[in-house]
């Protein structure tokens, strides 16, 4: 019973990291993805550069998925897992999968305002692709802090 309330935390953390993360990156892909289908009907050339951006925004739920697997296989290394370790985790978990979820969402809509000038025949593929990086990096941010504070 004393392990298991611990136990049960660190589950619920992982839990959010994944959910939260993957949420956000669902979110933002089909943002993106409304804004590539209505741009292809006024400029069917641009579907290269729409999938890209279309796809950035799932990032984010490939971060949560790589930290949700690495912080199971830590936690499976803990032999002794504390309430401190247990709240620990779900603190990352909740702290990462939050960051995953608004900066999937915020980036997709720049990649959506990105695509739409593409279609009205603006050159804006290489501008966009590097403003969208902005909100990623906070996704990064979090999933390095991630492993930061994870207990030992």
Known sequence: MEQSLPLFMAYIGLAFMLTLACIGS????????NATIGALKKNPDIF?????????P???GLYGFAAFFL???KLKEITAL???NGL???AVGLALGFVGL???FYQSKICANGVVEMSNGQDVFGKTLILAVFPELYAILAFAAA???LPA
């Not at 290269?48 to 950035?56: E, K, V, Y």
């Open 102 to 104: 608004f900066s999937a």
């Open 82 to 84: 504390t309430l401190g």
């Open 26 to 33: 669902a979110m933002g892909v089909t943002i993106s993805g």
């Open 71 to 73: 912080t199971l296989s």
């Open 58 to 60: 799932s990032t984010q």
């Open 88 to 90: 620990a985790i779900f």
């Open 48 to 56: 290269g550069s729409s999938m890209i951006l279309t796809a950035l």
């Open 147 to 149: 492993f930061l504070a």
